[in-house]
């Protein structure tokens, strides 16, 4: 084995074309670690802005970015008992753009046999947020309608796949006939486009998933109905809303924040009811796959960022390090 693995470096902030390969020194394992042969990374909207400097968390330079992969596990430390070598898995993590990883044992899942690579690390980043939005933080509940906006894209797709599963009517909300149509095959009972006018009248949402921000607040907050829960959970579309109080108050709305990572690393009790949601997720998945907009290899990280950064991913952009 070698003493180095490949992997794409951030040693600046700025746009993805900053990104460049690099030959890093591999790190023996800490107690509770493994290594991973990594055979797929997911591709996520917050790695753009980790790179950009833009982002909540910002790892001191240089560093890798990528927050999710599928691979094998390749060397496990001493302590480390319910897995093998040779065990494929999936995980949430840091420094996923590479070919290979170190995490903690206790954030893998096993991958689905019958998942691709590429699925399997294109699920638990979107799958957790969607998850954790939904279910812990949203309260969606069976017979509610969930207005999903940016439906077409990778945490707005889980979205849609995730609460058809929980019993909502989904009411997705994309730009381009192919994200609504990938939205409508996720389970979405209708899919609407936001450049016709008045798309948000008649819509009475209890609850709404909300990934974009920007313009699209106002006019999707006509379609909340009094007493809903507006879940906000990023902002690809560049602007903060900020909404004033009185809307807050005319609606007996509820503005909830939503954050997966943290709220799992915060509260022990949503960490281990994430872990097994997502495992459920995983074993009754028929249909609700993470769908692969495209796949580029490891070296082409900043024109994949580039593409979501431009709009035009539909579902989730994969790396192949392999
Ligand atoms: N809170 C959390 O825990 C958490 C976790 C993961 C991600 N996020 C955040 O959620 C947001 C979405 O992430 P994602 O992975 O779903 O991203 P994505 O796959 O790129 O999807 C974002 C969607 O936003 C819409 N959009 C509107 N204006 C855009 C613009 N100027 N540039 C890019 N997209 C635009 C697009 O849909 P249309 O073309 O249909 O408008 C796009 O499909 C990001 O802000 C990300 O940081 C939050």
Redesign the pocket.
Known sequence: MSATYRAMLCRRLGPPDVLEPAELPRRALQPGEVRIAVHATGV???DL?QVAGDYQHRPPLPFVPGFEAAGEITELAGDVRNWQAGDAVLLRGTGAYAEEMVAPAATLLPKPADWSWDEAAAFP??AA?AW?ALLWRGRLLRGETLLVL???????LAAVALGAQAGARVVA????AE?REAALAAGATVALD?AIAGWEQGLQAEVVFD??G?EMFSTAWRALKPGGRWLV??????GIPRPPANRLLLKEAELIG????EQARRDPLAARALKTGLRDWLVGSEGRRPLIGAIYRLDEAAAALRR??D?N?VG?LVLRPR
């Open positions: 996520n909207f917050p802005l980043v979107a947020t954790v940016g439906a077409g894209g990778g945490t707005g909300v994309a730009s381009s994200k936001p990934p974009v920007g959970v990023g902002f690809a579309g560049g939503v954050r997966a990572g979501l950064a709009r991913a989730k």
